[in-house]
Nanobody, 117 residues
Framework: QVQLVESGGGLVQPGGSLLLSCAAS?????????????MEWYRQVPGKQRELVARITTGGSTNYADSVKGRFTISRDNAKKLVYLQMNSLKSEDTAVYYC??????WGQGTQVTVSS
């Protein structure tokens, strides 16, 4: 079992930045377990499907949705069992609930990001 808890969401003006964090815990993440998971950030707006925003593999390779390339950066700290999403140059269309995900079906509860003036 892996528990994921996101934090760092909030209200920010267009062009601003936010840093999201996701903390992993549980038996599946203990010891070196966390390092064995690819980690992902998804986002969802009401009425739409959850979409993949960024992925970081066990080896540190990263992938991004086209809509966030060049603005968002995913990273991980295996020792602290944390994954981050640095979001810069935020746009109104980035407004969503952001979720952390790993494994077959481990999800966090989500953190709201609202980009508005």
């Amino acid at each position: 079992q892996v528990q994921l808890v996101e934090s760092g969401g909030g209200l920010v003006q267009p062009g601003g930045s936010l840093l999201l964090s996701c903390a992993a815990s549980g038996s599946g993440a203990s010891g070196s377990g966390f390092s064995l998971y690819n980690m992902e950030w998804y986002r969802q707006v009401p009425g739409k499907q959850r979409e993949l925003v960024a992925r970081i593999t066990t080896g540190g390779s990263t992938n991004y949705a086209d809509s966030v390339k060049g603005r968002f950066t995913i990273s991980r700290d295996n020792a602290k069992k944390l994954v981050y999403l640095q979001m810069n140059s935020l746009k109104s269309e980035d407004t969503a609930v952001y979720y952390c995900h790993c494994g077959m079906n481990y999800w966090g509860q989500g953190t709201q990001v609202t980009v508005s003036s």
